[in-house]
């Protein structure tokens, strides 16, 4: 159970609830009108709680647990404990997603605005949207319906921010057009100047940034990244992107839809990522690339050309993963050797 300091379950469900709106199918014999109170870990989960099997490292887990009720794959039926009812799935985690997100609802905005925010007077707040303490609202700036802007964020002048979307503690944005039901965590800096600049042995010169950071719906934005506003043209977050804490896109950056980044990657300007791309943890990019469609690029990547659509890339520079792995295991070799005959 999460702790009620913290989270407030709107629990229960019965499993027929449950299953209709995670998609999920309940096996057969198991009883439809059983209350479900909350979800919890396999390992703590007790028999009124629900948990989920989507990884086999777990299995162990999954045949020991007491929990009431679990999500699993069709395959993993004949592994579950005596009594245990089963709520079927060929994405066990995307319909644990479903319940626990009716078990845990996002809070909604209160509609009130702090007497201690800063609000300008020609800003337009709209219908139901929270302004929470020391949170400043600047000059002409647009907030969309249900909103909620979190202490101590600062939304510069002009900006505009769509319906439902969520401003964390500390946020500052600037030179911004924000979509709906957008989500930006504590501590992220967005549409602050690019990294531009001429270089001049008597000393550089600064570019002015000139363009504007354009993130469109449903976007997820992690705590303390950053996104810097284009130099001309636009810095671009596709809709329904998911950025993880701690990454840095550079000006003139574009996304497509449905990208993932995870946290401490880089983008460097001008670069851009097609629809659907991953990049893992702390990989990173040089500027004015294309990467195709669907690709895959592993953590620590470092990518210093044009990817092609749908390929899957690895190692420093990088390359198609199978050749990175197996230079990987050749080198491991070579050294082994080595050390053999050292030894002899």
């Known amino acids: 159970m999460a702790d009620p300091r913290f989270y407030s379950s709107s629990g229960p469900f ?8 995670s998609g999920a199918k309940l096996n057969t014999g198991a009883d439809s009108g059983v209350m479900i109170r909350d979800v919890a870990p396999l390992e703590r989960a007790r028999p009124e709680e629900l948990s989920f099997l989507d990884n086999v490292k777990y299995l162990q887990s999954f045949q020991d647990s007491e929990a009431g009720a679990c ?3 069709s395959r993993h039926v004949d592994r579950a404990p005596h009594g245990m009812a089963l709520l079927i799935s060929g994405n066990p985690y995307r319909a644990y997603a479903l319940v626990a997100q009716a078990f845990y609802p996002v ?4 509609g009130r605005i702090s007497p201690s925010a800063n609000v300008a007077q020609t800003a337009e707040i709209g219908t139901g949207s929270e302004i ?5 609202v600047g000059e002409y700036v647009r907030i969309g319906a249900n909103c909620r802007v979190d202490a101590n964020a600062v939304v510069g002048p002009g900006v505009e921010i769509g319906d439902a979307t969520v401003i964390g503690a500390s946020v500052s944005l600037s030179h911004s057009i924000i979509g709906a039901r ?3 965590h504590p501590g992220a800096r967005i549409g602050q100047d690019g990294f531009g600049f001429a270089i001049d042995p008597a000393g550089h010169v600064k570019v002015p940034q000139l363009g504007r950071v354009l993130i469109h719906d449903d976007v997820e934005i992690g705590a303390n990244t950053t996104i810097d506003r284009g130099s001309g043209p636009d810095t671009e977050i596709g809709a329904g992107c998911w950025i993880d804490n701690l990454v840095q896109i550079a000006d003139n950056v574009t996304l497509g839809e449905g990208c993932v980044i995870v946290a401490q990657a880089g983008v460097s300007g001008s670069t851009k990522l097609e629809r659907q ?11 004015h690339l294309t990467i195709g469609a669907g690709a895959r690029v592993a953590a620590k990547c470092g990518v210093i050309q044009d990817v092609p659509a749908g390929a899957t890339i690895g190692g420093t520079p990088a390359q198609p993963i199978r050749d990175w792995h197996r230079q990987t295991v050749l080198l491991r070799r070579m050294v082994r050797e080595k050390e053999k005959r050292s030894d002899g």
Not at 277 to 287: C, E, I, K, L, T
């Open 14 to 21: 019965s499993l027929k609830a449950l299953a209709e709106l």
């Open 71 to 73: 999500i699993v794959r």
């Open 107 to 110: 809070l909604p905005s209160s």
């Open 132 to 136: 929470s303490p020391g949170a400043v």
């Open 182 to 184: 957008v989500t930006i």
């Open 277 to 287: 791309v991953v990049a893992g943890g702390q990989s990173g990019f040089a500027g």
